[in-house]
């Protein structure tokens, strides 16, 4: 029922989808930077960046790439106090839910296997201490052929999702998912991604295309003479606009598999 509040200034676009343009021409030097910094990253710009820095490791020349995805919903089915600010938040609706993304790696050259990975991109504001080893213990056996040493998890660093923290805030007692109790769902939730996305990889390739996509929403407020401040006022006469609101183009490094299924 509940995850992201509504909140108009710093509020998570969840409509930050990327849009793959059909006939996007090819980019002629791929390995120049991609992306400008931002607030925010989507889940599947993160994949996108964690796909090309895994690039060099994998010797594509030599090794085939098998590949494979999947979404989970990380949103819990309760209220629940939220991250990112420094007051505590509870959260009774959900604007737009939380997922978490997983991208599975494998280059073999014939039956040998060379390298692996799993990463996972979660809507959160962090990946605190714990969680990691967390959904390691709970893939181990589902997967072992999987080295669980080589799950990464990294987070969209959304300030609009569950606390995972006990000492954080103070929490009502009642009424709430705990902090303890969202680290469990999610830790179980993440690793279903993962298992899912481990066991649909088939040979693949990875390419790279233009995208079009909303990816952050800032907090800094903009006026006449060229400024900018941090929850500036936006009821004054030379209030021009929020930071970085327009539509940004971003260069993609997309992942294929043969079935032509897009993956991030
Ligand atoms: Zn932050």
């Excluded at 995805?69 to 819990?76: D, E, K, L, N, Y």
């Excluded at 080589?150 to 805030?169: F, G, I």
Aim: a positive charge.
């Amino acid at each position: 029922m509940q995850c992201n509040l509504s909140q108009s200034t710093v509020g998570r676009n969840k409509s930050a989808q990327f849009r793959q343009q059909p006939h996007a021409a090819p980019l002629p030097e791929p390995r120049k930077a991609l992306f400008r910094p931002t607030t925010r990253l989507s889940t599947a710009a993160c994949l996108g960046i964690a796909v090309l820095m895994i690039l060099p490791a994998l010797s594509l020349t030599a090794a085939e790439l098998h590949i494979g995805g999947a979404t989970v919903s990380i949103t819990p089915e309760q209220p629940v106090a939220l991250s990112g600010q420094m007051h505590a938040r509870i959260a009774r609706t959900v604007e737009s839910p939380v997922t978490a993304t997983a991208l599975a790696l494998e280059s073999r050259e014939g039956d040998k296997v060379l390298d692996q990975t799993i990463m996972v991109s979660c809507d959160l504001v962090a990946i605190r201490e714990g969680i990691q080893d967390k959904v390691r213990e709970r893939i181990q056996a589902r997967i072992p052929d999987f080295d669980g040493s080589k799950l990464v998890m990294n987070a969209t660093h959304t300030h609009t999702a569950p606390v995972m923290r006990e000492d954080t805030y103070e929490l009502p007692a009642e009424g709430i998912m705990q902090p303890k109790e969202y680290v469990k769902f999610l830790a179980d939730r993440v690793a279903d991604a993962a298992v899912q996305a481990w066991q649909s990889r088939r040979a693949g390739s990875v390419g790279w295309g233009l995208g079009h996509a909303i990816v952050a929403q800032n907090r800094r407020s903009t006026y006449a003479n060229g400024t900018a401040q941090m929850y500036g006022a936006t009821n004054k006469a030379d209030f021009r606009g929020i930071e970085g609101r327009l539509p940004r183009h971003r260069r993609l490094r997309r992942s294929r598999r043969r079935s032509a299924v897009l993956l991030g």
